[in-house]
């Protein structure tokens, strides 16, 4: 790690305990980090050894893109067997991984809740993850590794993890459901390359980002090519001891980790529980810093385009100075967005942006007081979002019947 990256991460371990730390907090702290639930070993284990745990099946899958990215898809069987156990395929987000599915554990996570309805669950991973380290020629430690943005992302991995499990299921069409850039990823693939339209039955965007310049979270700001960040750290590299430090920081200054996540989350009202944090920032995930700056662009240029690479590479790559905009007039499968009032990631004036230029959104649900985490890690997140998501598949596969 070079001594930018670590400035880099001392200035944002700094932020994280300039909220609102009193005398009380720290007693606080110290209570929280008493309990049983801090100490969970569920934050200590792997996604196979955590699935396994709770009585459910897993199987690890291999796919490799076209341009030789090795990623590790997880599938969850089944456990009732119907007549068309139907592959739902889940997309985690940034600093993330297939974890976030699973983490609320049996009745609370979208992955368990779905297997027990009898869906056939997969669930992806990013390059560059934790889960998807390796590439049939580049070494994770090299920068060339490292140059990719979710651009890429959403043209090679959505696409090679797509035909991978409707291939070994069987289907000529699956259901999607997106976190965060898990949605990003679903809207660029969709624009880039249409033919996968015809591979969707019905795509579900839990807090959707694609225009950006609304957002409040600081860490846009941070990344957006006005604050300068870009001329300082390579983008060539990747975010990892940042996670590792801030799970560090949930585990023993438990007030100071919750106040420095709403900054970049939103305001927390409590539907994710304090002590859960540990558990949460235990199994973040890297991810490639281009990742991050292309978000930044998004944000300071106010449009949803490809990654802007400068005047001379941009004429090279895209034969423009600017980069284009992603056309979402492409984006014909019919797509619900959930979205909420107090998400500092995906604000509401962006999302109705989004909401006008998307030719087929079939339903909307406006969540007041959900923040960007909440999606995953609420137990309300079962009533408020996952019934209506598995209550939308029945009644299309009823009607489609």
């Known amino acids: 790690m070079s001594c930018l990256h670590f400035c880099f991460i001392l200035a944002l ?7 609102n730390i009193s005398e009380t907090d720290n007693k606080e702290i110290v209570r929280s980090n008493s309990s049983s639930l801090i100490d969970s070993e569920d934050a200590d284990l792997n996604i196979t050894r955590l699935v396994t745990k709770y009585g459910y099946n897993i199987e690890q899958h291999k796919v490799i893109t076209e341009d030789g990215y090795v990623l590790t898809v997880y599938r969850i069987p089944p456990r009732i067997n119907l007549k068309r156990n139907i592959p739902i395929f889940l997309m985690h987000g940034l600093l993330d991984s297939s974890d976030a599915w699973i983490l609320q554990g049996p009745k609370y996570a ?6 027990d309805k009898g869906f056939d669950v997969w669930m992806g991973n990013a390059r560059g993850n934790k889960y998807s380290t390796e590439h049939t020629s580049l070494k994770r430690s090299g920068s060339e590794y490292w140059k990719f943005s979710w651009d890429e992302i959403s043209y090679y991995d959505l696409p090679a993890m797509i035909d991978y499990t409707l291939k070994e299921t069987g289907f000529r069409k699956l259901y999607y459901v997106g976190h965060s850039q898990g949605t990003t990823t679903s809207y660029v693939m969709m624009s880039l390359r249409p033919e996968y339209n015809n591979r969707v039955d019905l795509m579900f965007s839990l807090s959707p980002v694609a225009w950006m310049s609304n957002a409040k979270s600081f860490m846009l700001k941070l990344f957006a090519p ?21 799970g560090l920081i949930c585990k023993y200054f438990l007030t100071a980790c919750d106040n420095y996540i709403q900054q970049v989350i939103g305001h927390d009202f409590k539907y994710t529980e304090p002590h859960f944090l540990r558990v949460i920032f235990a199994h973040t995930s890297s991810a490639g810093l281009r990742q991050f700056f292309h978000y930044g662009q998004l944000y300071s240029s106010g449009r949803f385009c490809r990654y802007d690479y400068g005047l001379i590479e941009n004429l090279l790559k895209y034969k423009s100075v600017t980069p284009p905009e992603y056309d979402l007039t492409k984006v014909t499968v019919p797509i619900q967005l959930f979205y909420s009032d107090n998400d500092w990631l995906s604000n509401v004036t962006d999302v109705k942006i989004l909401y006008s230029k998307l030719p087929n959104v079939a339903a909307t649900y406006r969540l007041n007081k959900f923040n960007h985490l909440d999606y995953l890690y609420a137990k309300v997140a079962r009533d408020l979002v996952y019934n209506k998501i598995i209550q939308e598949i029945e009644e299309k596969e009823t009607i489609g019947k």
């Open 226 to 246: 006005t604050y300068g960040l870009l001329n300082y750290l390579p983008s060539n590299t990747y975010v990892d001891h940042y996670n590792t430090i801030l």
């Open 13 to 19: 371990i700094h932020v994280s305990f300039c909220f």
């Open 110 to 115: 979208l992955a368990y809740i779905l297997a």
